[in-house]
C-alpha cells in the first residue's frame, strides 16, 4: 500500500531552508527546487517520516513534521505544526504531546478510515506494527466512503483531514497551547450535549511539550468569561465578563480591533474567535509559568515580539484580595487592597499584615437584613466586575436591573449596560480589581446609613482639603516663580556678557540664524526664508505676559497665545510646556522641519524662541481660527456653506500634496484633524501642529514606532494597532476629516450611537444603503451640488478602508476631486468598527473604555 514521502537530501535541506536563505544563496536554489516539489497533501495510506515535512500552500507558512524540541535530547521527536517563515522554530500545535517518539524514524499515516496516527516507527507494515503514541480518534465517525481521505496542512495553520462530504478532524479543534487566528472557541453548542473541553494547555517547559500544569478556556458555565485554571481547578487568572464589546478585565483596545468577537453558528453553537489583520503573524500562547502572551511579528524587525500580556500585575491574579475588596497596582506590579466601602476586613491582624485572601466582611448590615430600613447603590468606578455575576434576564432597563436588586437581599450589587442588559451579583464580591483605565462602574449595594454618612463627613473633608491644598499649591507656586527670575535673569546676564557683539541685533529683537538654518533650496517660490530668533523678553511684551485673555487655545504640546509685534505684525506664539513631552529633540524636529515647508496650505513658521527652559515657536496669525471651531459649533457653523467647505476639502489636499510629494522631503503629518486646520482671513485652510509630524528618507515608505500618538477616531488602523504609519494614514485621517466637514459632526461623537460604528462605518452603511443625502449636514443641504457631495463622500470612503494598500494617495484623491465625470472604484466595507475618543498614549497603556468591534453582542452571560 503505502508510499514513503521525501525523506530524501532536498527535504532535510528544506527543513532548515526558513533562516539562512539570504545567507546562502546556492543553498537557497537547492530549497527552492525541492520546496518547488514539496506538497502540502498527506493522502490515505500514505505516511510522512523522517526529516519530510508538509508545507501549507500557497504561502509555505506553516510547515508540519517531526521535531526534536530539547536539543539535549535530539532523540525524543514530536509531531507538530510550526512557523516555516520564522526562526527560530515555533511551533503552534503538537500532536503527540503525551508520549515522544524515541525510535530513529518515527512516522505519521493516514489511515484508510482517515484517521492519522502518529508511530513510534516505520509505517509499513513489519511483523510487529510499531507502537501508536498517538491517533486523531476519528475511526468511530467513519461514515465517509473509503478511499478518498487527504490530509492537508492550511495555510492558516490548521492540519485537516478531509473525506468527500467535508471536514472530518481538524487540529484547530484540539488545541495545544496555542490560539492562531481563525480558530472557532465553542462557548456552548445547544443540544450537542457534553462537549469536549476546549482548553489551550501550557506546555510543561519550554523544550517539553507535555501537557503542563496551566489551561486557559472558557467558563463551563457559560458566563462568558476566559479563565486559566492550575492543576485543573484553581483559578489563576479570569478575564472578566464580556460587555458586548470587549472583556471587562482586558482594555486592550488592540485585541478586539484584531476582530475579538463572538459569532454564532448553526452547527457550531455560539463561538468567539478571532481574525488577524493581514499585516502580521500573530498568535496566543499559554506560556509554561501560565501566563497568556500574545505574540506578534512585525514586519520590521521579523521577530516576534510580545505585544500583550496577563496576568502580568499582582492584581490581574485571580482573587488576590479575597471577598469584597477592590486590588489597586501600586508600583512593580505589587497589589495593594482596601475593603469595600461599608466593609472591613474579616481578620484584621492578618490583613494589617499584609495577608489579604481572608478578604472583608460588611460592618453595618444592609437595611434588609436588619429592619426594613431602606438600602441604596454606590457605584464604584473604573473595575473589572466581581466573579459570578448572574444575569437578571427578566428587566429591560437600568431602573428594573435597580429594583431587581434592590427587592433581593441576597443581591449586592449589579450593572447595567445596553449591549448586555442586567448583571448582578451576591453579596460575595470576590476579585474586583480598580483598573488605571478603561474598566466599568458597580453599583455596590450599601444600607442608607452608609451612604448618608457619606454625604455629610465627606463633603467637609473635601471642602476641608481643597482649602489645604490650595493654599499649598498657591505658596508653591509663588516660590517657584520667584527661583525662575532669579535664574532666568543669570542665564540672560552670562548669554549677553558672551554674545556682546551681537548685543545690537539683541536689543532689536531678531538675531539672525539663518546661518545655521538656512534652506533656500526648499523655498517654494525662491524667495530666500529666514527663520526669526526672537528673545524672551520681546515675545513676553508682544503676548502681554502670555496673559489669559491673548490665548488662543492650547495645541498638542502647549497654550497658543495671540501677539502684537512693535510693528503691528499680529503672530500665534506657541509655549511649549516644560513637561510636554516634547523634549529638545522633538522641538528641534518640529523647528528644521516647518522651517522647510512653506506652501500656500501650510502655516507658516516665522520664528523661534529658546531661552533657558522657555521653548517658543513663532506662527503667522491665523485670525480665523481653527475649522473645529466653526464646523461643531451650532451657531457658526452656517457661515460655512457648501463652497466653501469643498474649497477647504481641496485646500488641505494640496497641503497634503506638498507634504507627501512636492516638498522633496515626504512628510507624514501623523495628526491631521479638524482642529488642526486653521483658517486665514480669507478661510483659506492651512494645515498645522507639525509636533508628530515625521519625515521619510529615500525609498522609504513606511515607518514602524512604538510610541503611538495621534487622536483616536483618525487614526488609521494599522497605526492604531501597530505603529506602522506611511503616508497613507494621513489619508486615513484626510477622509475621516472629509466626512467631519460634510457631516458637521466630530467624529468622535460617534462614540455610543449609531450602532457603535465609527463615522467611516456609519457613513459607509448610509452610503451603501443609497441613504448618502441623510449624512449631509443640514446647514448646508440647500446651498449644496449633491452629486458633488456625493461624490465627496464616496471618495472619503475611499480613503477611510481598512487596508492602507486599496486607499488612494494624494494625488489621486487630487484627481478625483477636481474631475466630476471619472468612475469611482467601489469602496469596501469596513471590518474593524473603531470608535474614536481623543487620547494621546504609548501603545503599552491603551486602555480605553470604548472599544468596539462591531454589533455583534452576546447575551448568554447567565449560569455561575
Ligand atoms: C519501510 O520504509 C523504510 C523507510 O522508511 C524502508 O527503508 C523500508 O525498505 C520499507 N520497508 C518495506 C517493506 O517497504
Ligand atoms: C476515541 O473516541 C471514542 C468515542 O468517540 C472514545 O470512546 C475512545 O475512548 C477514544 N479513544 C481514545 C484513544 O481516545
Ligand atoms: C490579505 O491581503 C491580500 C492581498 O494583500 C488580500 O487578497 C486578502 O484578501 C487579504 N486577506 C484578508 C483576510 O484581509
Ligand atoms: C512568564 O513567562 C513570560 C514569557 O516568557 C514572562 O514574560 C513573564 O514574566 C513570566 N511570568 C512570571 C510570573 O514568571
Ligand atoms: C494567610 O492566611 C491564611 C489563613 O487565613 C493562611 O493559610 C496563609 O498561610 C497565610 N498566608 C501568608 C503568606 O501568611
Ligand atoms: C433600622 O436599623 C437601623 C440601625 O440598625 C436604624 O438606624 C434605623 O432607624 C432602623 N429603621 C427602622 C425603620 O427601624
Ligand atoms: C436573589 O439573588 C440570588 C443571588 O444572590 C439569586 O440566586 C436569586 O435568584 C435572586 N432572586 C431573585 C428573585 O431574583
Ligand atoms: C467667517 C468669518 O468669521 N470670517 C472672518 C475671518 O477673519 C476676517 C479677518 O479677521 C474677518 O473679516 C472675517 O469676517
Known sequence: ??????????????????????????????????????????????????????????????????????????????????????????????????????????????????????????????????PLLWSSNTSSRASVPRGSYSAAIQDSGSLQVRGEDGVLWDSFWHPTDTMLSGMRIPV?????????????????????PSPGRYALGLDPHNSGQAYIWKDGNVIIWRSGQWTGQNFVGIPWRPLYMYGYKPANDPVLGQYYTYTATNTSLQRFVVVPNGTDV?????????????????????????????????????????????????????????????????????????????????????????????????WVSTVADETGCRTACQNNCSCGAYVYLTTIGCLAWGNELIDIYELPSGGYNLNLKLPASELREHHAIWKIATIVSVVVLFVLVACLVLWWQRGRNIKADAVHRSWRSRHSSTQSQQTSGMLDISQSIRFNDEVEDGKSHELKVYSLDRIRAATCNFCDSNKLGAGGFGPVYMGKLPGGEEVAVKRLCRNSGQGLEEFKNEVLLIAKLQHRNLVRLLGCCIQGEEKILVYEYMPNKS????????????????????????????????????????????????????????????????????????????????????????MSPEYAMEGIFSVKSDIYSFGVLILEI????????????????????????????????????????????????????????????????????????????????????????????LRGRDVETSKSSENEQSHSIGTVSMTQLHGR
Open 742 to 833: 460634510i457631516t458637521g459632526k466630530r467624529a468622535v461623537s460617534f462614540h455610543g450611537q449609531q450602532d457603535s460604528l465609527n463615522i467611516g462605518g456609519y457613513a459607509w452603511r448610509q452610503w451603501n444603503e443609497d441613504k448618502g443625502e441623510e449624512l449631509i449636514d443640514p446647514m448646508i443641504r440647500a446651498s449644496c451640488l449633491i452629486r458633488q457631495v456625493l461624490r465627496c463622500i464616496h471618495i472619503a470612503l475611499l480613503c477611510v478602508q481598512d487596508h492602507a494598500d486599496e486607499r488612494p494617495d494624494i494625488p489621486t484623491v487630487i484627481l478625483m476631486l477636481s474631475s466630476d465625470s471619472s468612475r469611482l472604484p467601489n469602496p469596501r466595507p469596513p471590518t474593524l468598527m
Open 1 to 130: 500500500m503505502g508510499r514513503e514521502l521525501g525523506g530524501g537530501g532536498g527535504a532535510r535541506c528544506c527543513s532548515m531552508a526558513s533562516s539562512p536563505q539570504r545567507l546562502f544563496p546556492l543553498l537557497a536554489w537547492l530549497c527552492s527546487v525541492a520546496v518547488a516539489g514539496a506538497t502540502d497533501t498527506l493522502r490515505q495510506g500514505e505516511s510522512l517520516s523522517g526529516a519530510a515535512t508538509l508545507v501549507s500552500s500557497p504561502s509555505g507558512v506553516f510547515e508540519v513534521g517531526f521535531f526534536a524540541p530539547d536539543t539535549n535530547l535530539p532523540s525524543r521527536l514530536y509531531l507538530g505544526i510550526w512557523y516555516r517563515v520564522i526562526s527560530p522554530r515555533t511551533v503552534v500545535w503538537v500532536a503527540n504531546r503525551a508520549a515522544a517518539a524515541t525510535s530513529a524514524s518515527p512516522s505519521l499515516t493516514l489511515t484508510d478510515t482517515g484517521e492519522l496516527r502518529v508511530l513510534d516507527g516505520a509505517a509499513n507494515g513489519t511483523a510487529t506494527p510499531a
Open 294 to 390: 500574545c505574540y506578534m511579528v512585525k514586519k520590521s524587525s521579523q521577530k516576534w515580539e510580545t505585544v500583550w500580556m496577563q496576568p502580568s500585575n499582582e492584581c490581574e491574579y485571580y482573587a488576590t484580595c479575597g471577598a469584597n475588596a477592590k486590588c489597586t497596582v501600586v508600583q512593580d506590579g505589587k497589589a495593594k487592597c482596601t475593603c469595600l466601602k461599608g466593609f472591613q476586613p474579616k481578620l484584621l491582624d492578618r490583613w494589617n499584615a499584609g495577608n489579604w485572601s481572608q478578604g472583608c466582611i460588611r460592618s453595618p448590615p444592609l437595611g434588609c437584613q436588619v429592619n426594613q430600613s431602606g438600602d441604596g447603590f454606590l457605584a464604584i468606578g473604573n473595575v473589572k466586575w466581581p466573579d459570578f455575576s448572574y
Open 188 to 208: 456552548f453548542a445547544p443540544g450537542r450535549g457534553p462537549v469536549e473541553r476546549f482548553l489551550f494547555t501550557s506546555w510543561a517547559s519550554e523544550t517539553d
Open 627 to 714: 475649522l473645529d471651531a466653526f464646523l461643531f459649533n451650532p451657531e457658526k457653523q452656517g457661515l460655512l456653506d457648501w463652497k466653501k467647505r469643498f474649497d477647504i476639502i481641496e485646500g488641505i489636499a494640496r497641503g497634503l500634496l506638498y507634504l507627501h510629494r512636492d516638498s522633496r522631503l515626504r512628510v507624514v503629518h501623523r495628526d491631521l484633524k479638524a482642529s488642526n486646520i486653521l483658517l486665514d482671513a480669507d478661510m483659506n485652510p492651512k494645515i498645522s501642529d507639525f509636533g508628530m509630524a515625521r519625515m521619510f528618507g529615500g525609498d522609504q515608505n513606511q515607518f514602524n514606532t512604538n510610541r503611538v500618538v495621534g487622536t483616536f477616531g483618525y
